[in-house]
């Protein structure tokens, strides 16, 4: 059996693993930290004499290891946890008298600085922390009574924001009062008194979804109730405060494996902890009703390994939402205005309403309520009539139809020009095809994996269309993009491949893999798009799985060109991109940040603020740089 041991001063206990001998008495030593909290400080070069951060009942202090004062911030303060950085540390904690959230920055030249206040909250904080995103963002997380909750962007490479906003609201377990985020694993930990400890995901674009670390009796090994939380690289810790014991988990195969338990007998109620790792093992803060007490812990986890991390670009803009509540947003396509490239304008589909357009500033121009358009794009010169138009066609899941816009050359403006049925029994996704003679073909599929192609014809003035074939994928397909100079088809089948075939009405359909689920992409495969550069060719593809977005040349072998994300702005307070379905990229110069060519991702989770969905603009320039594209 593994011992570990916890000396305080003067005071021992000893190791108390399930099926072990009762843990021996407590002894505490006298000389007791006068703190209500304390918290070590994780190491900063700027800050080299500084030790820990603590509250007393006067004010937010910075002490050293002898406990002397190096700087302190008048004020009554509850609850406490903190980030540094090279030249010195973010602090967040609430103000008692004004029942408010702030944030204090101590700077190594110049000390504390003016507190910054978050807004008031509707109920009583009663815990907070703080979580540092790959991006360098930080937000807090705070925990209120009755299972609210809230996640706030506060800062931005540890320098306060002159105002915070929020991200989203959280439902959290009611009687929570503790939670502690790693940074690493993108993870917050959130207490339930007499339940247990619970993982979320911290991410700003995360969904809110929870699994367990641990529970209460006879569902899990603790004894009475689950209070503080620590975390040390590959280490966990969780106070029983009823129980008087600290439960000690390892991360394990992606999961926290329980390893043990201390007997704290002798302190009255320990409900928080700090810890941090030194040369033999840990270095503990415990506190209780008496005061802080340290502690040295012999145990030594094993750090897990880190995720390298995925490259992050921010978008630049982003749309209006759409009308319709909650999943709604779907594709996007992008119009060119070859007179007038600033004025071009973005197509996106509310799939439980309609077609609506949108200028470069995101603000929308059109909506027009035909019926749940899924996936909508556009190609140049069609014959309507006596007139060439510029077309945009969507699948229509009310009628299983092709349905079709006119969109005038010069102004943009859209309008209704009736619908083609199909043979499809539940039509899904759909791309357009423009082939060596100018004939346009839309390609469209069920969600059953069967693939329709049609040649549409407008020469009487009105839509039409002739089936010229049909091929299948063996499972659900949505995603679809053709490469008109090559005459190639590109299909996303959504759990397996993205595959390549011939583009062509007449063309075989033989399928070539391109790349498969695994590695870069994570299932669900979603939206497709061709940037057609100089220097070369690239398919752009969104995993859904992952909230990433992978490059690869178009054309075989398929070299993969990497991944990224889309991160939020927190200067323009333009969130990220998440759980994507569509996307569409053009190479065409439409000026300004879009010189290079736009790429436009449906956001399937709109936060700061929450509201309906968007779509996000993103310049190419941008794509190209971080991933080294030619």
């Known amino acids: 059996m593994r011992k570990f041991t916890l000396s305080m001063l003067g005071l021992y206990v000893a190791l108390a693993h399930a099926g072990a001998s009762a843990a021996p008495s407590l002894t505490l030593d006298r000389n007791v930290i006068d703190s209500e909290t304390s918290q070590w400080l994780a190491p900063t070069p700027a800050l080299k004499q500084a030790e820990r951060l603590q509250l007393t009942a006067r004010a937010l202090q910075l002490v050293d290891r002898q406990g002397r004062v190096l700087g302190e911030l008048p004020g009554r303060f509850e609850t406490l946890d903190h980030r ?36 008031n909250t509707r109920y009583a904080i009663e815990g907070l922390c703080l979580y540092r995103d790959s991006a360098a963002n930080d937000f807090l997380f705070l925990v209120g009574e009755e299972g609210i909750g809230e996640q706030w962007l506060v800062a931005e490479h540890g320098q306060p924001l002159a105002e915070a906003r929020q991200v989203r609201a959280l439902s959290l377990p009611p009687q929570s009062a503790f939670c502690q985020a790693d940074d690493a694993s993108h993870s917050l930990y959130v207490n339930e008194e007499n339940v247990g400890l619970w993982r979320y995901e911290a991410a700003a674009e995360a969904p809110l979804v929870r699994e367990p670390v641990d529970l209460v009796a006879p569902f899990g090994g603790l004894a009475k109730a689950a209070a503080g939380v620590a975390l040390v690289p590959g280490g966990l810790m969780l106070l029983d405060p009823v129980a008087n014991a600290l439960h000690l988990y390892q991360h394990r195969a992606g999961q926290w494996l329980r390893d043990g338990a201390l007997s704290l007998q002798g302190l009255k109620e320990p409900a928080q902890i700090s810890a941090r790792v030194n040369d033999k093992g840990l270095e503990l803060l415990l506190a209780d009703d008496q005061g802080t007490h340290l502690a040295t812990l012999g145990w030594k986890p094993t750090p897990a390994p880190i995720a390298p991390a995925v490259v992050q670009i921010k978008a630049q803009v982003q749309t209006d939402g759409v009308p319709s509540l909650g999943d ?140 010229v074939r049909s091929f299948s994928t063996a499972t659900q397909s949505e995603g679809c993009v053709a490469d008109d100079r090559n005459q190639r ?142």
């Open 84 to 119: 540094t950085d090279g030249t010195g540390l973010m602090v967040a904690t609430v103000d008692k008298k004004r029942q408010q959230a702030l944030l204090a920055r101590f700077d190594a030249q110049s000390g504390w600085g003016a507190p910054r206040y978050l807004p």
């Open 328 to 467: 709604a947003a779907d594709d996007p396509a992008i119009w060119v205005n070859t007179r007038q490239p600033e004025l071009s304008r973005v197509l996106g589909t509310d799939k439980k309403g309609g077609l609506l357009a949108y200028d470069l500033h995101g603000k929308q121009l059109q909506d027009l309520r035909v019926g749940r358009l899924n996936n909508v794009d556009v190609r140049k010169g069609f014959q309507l009539g006596e007139r060439k138009v510029d077309l945009a066609v969507a699948s229509n899941r009310d009628r299983n139809s092709l349905h079709l816009f006119a969109i005038d050359p010069a102004s943009g403006q859209l309008s209704d020009i009736g619908q083609v049925p199909t043979e499809l029994k539940e039509i899904y996704g759909l791309c357009l095809f423009k082939d060596a003679d100018a004939a346009i073909y839309a390609i469209a599929n069920d969600k059953d994996g069967r693939f329709v192609q049609y040649r549409l014809d407008g020469s009487s003035g009105q839509a039409g269309g002739t089936l």
């Open 489 to 630: 088809l590109f299909i996303g089948e959504e759990d397996l491949a993205v595959w390549a075939l011939d583009a062509r009405g007449d063309g075989p359909t033989h399928l070539d893999n391109v790349i498969g689920v695994g590695g870069l992409v994570k299932d669900d495969i979603e939206g497709l798009a061709l940037y057609h550069g100089k220097g070369g060719d690239y398919l752009v593809i969104s995993s859904q799985g992952n909230d990433s977005y992978v490059v690869v040349d178009a054309k075989p072998p398929y070299r993969v060109r990497g991944s990224f994300q889309v991160s939020l702005d927190a200067q323009r307070g333009i969130d990220g991109a998440s759980e994507t379905d569509g996307l569409d990229v053009t190479s065409a110069n439409l000026g300004g940040p879009w010189a290079k060519g736009l790429l436009v991702v449906q956001d399937g989770r709109k936060r700061m603020p929450e509201g309906n969905q968007n779509y996000k603009y993103v310049p190419w320039a941008a794509v190209a740089e971080a991933l080294g594209l030619e």
